[in-house]
């Protein structure tokens, strides 16, 4: 059972971000009411890379530190970096036992978490979800662990500021481009999530001449991915493509891009919020992950779901078959592209 937490005496908090790049992003509204509620609060946010410079200069965090858990010793590893930041509680947005090891071992002594995957005794003050047996969007979780804090969090889509200095490097890697720019994420934490390329390739073609260009965005272990489609793009039928993996775009980078693209058609991937915290308005594409865990109101995107008609005691996940991502058709992205720049672009708000 959850315990009353004396939010007013804490001094420094630890907060051990999601792992993926996506969910640390969805997190925004909740860090950024806590910082509001608490304004005296050191917020020390840990995290993998991806979630690092997703919210890095983001949500009054005092500190952002990459950590890695990782591996037979991960845990010791990571608990040594958390003691040495001495913090009187730790808020724990990740759902692993793993996690849950780090934050005992770093001798926290208030260690806040849900209770599952085995975590219960590790948990000093639990946070139980609400019972119910279909999707619920991640965003209410972290609201749910905040207000263990006294934080009430509003509604709203996550947001995220753009320094100069990213815009700078976003300009310095689209010059050239016509506008609109169009970028196109094909790649995904898992296949299955992957639209196939020759779909990407066919929906860009399709396009033609009411797009400027297209930049194609991914990690260093997508490149494979990338090379592949920018290939199939290099015909005269296609308008001018770019494979960003290729010239220089990093994490570092990433955020700065994708405000600077007038649409992003993507997998369900963590480039996708980063558009929508970013106000760039997207196209995504589902298949076997269920789109309501990710659901995010107000946010100015298109869904496309390879199988719509799910109810709440049918989750995408566990009809990987229904739900094949290869369902969803070229000409549904190529119209919803359309509509999306004809909405957003030829007639901005």
Known sequence: MSRTIPADRLRRLVVLLPNWLGDAVMSEPALSALNRTHPDLE????????????????CG?????????????????????????????????????RSALVAALSGCPIRIGTPGDGRRALITHRIDPPAGTGPRPTTRLYEDLVGSLQVEVPERPPSIEIAPRERDAAEALLEGLERPIIGIVPGGSKIPKRWPAERFAESIRRLGDRIGSCVLLGGP??????????????????????NLADEGLSLATL????????????????????????G??????????DHRWTLIPGAKERLLLAEPFLDDDHVADRHPDACRIDRIAVGDVVHATVATIDSSVSSPT
């Not at 272990?221 to 770019?242: G, Q, S």
């Not at 997207?282 to 298949?287: D, E, I, K, Q, R």
């Open 221 to 242: 272990d997508e490149l494979d991915l990338l090379r592949d489609l920018h290939a199939r793009c290099d015909t005269p039928e296609h308008p001018p493509v770019r």
């Open 43 to 58: 917020i020390i946010a840990c995290g993998r890379p991806a979630a690092v410079e997703a919210l890095r200069g983001q």
């Open 61 to 97: 965090l005092s500190t952002v530190l990459s950590m890695d858990d990782r591996g037979v010793l991960g845990p010791l590893r990571a608990a040594r970096m958390i003691r040495a930041e001495k913090p009187d509680a730790i808020l724990i947005m990740r759902g692993s036992f």
């Open 280 to 289: 760039t308005p997207t196209v995504a594409l589902f298949g076997p992950t």
């Open 255 to 278: 955020r700065g891009v994708i405000d600077s693209c007038d649409v992003l058609i993507c997998n369900d991937t963590g480039p996708r919020h980063l558009a929508i915290a970013t």
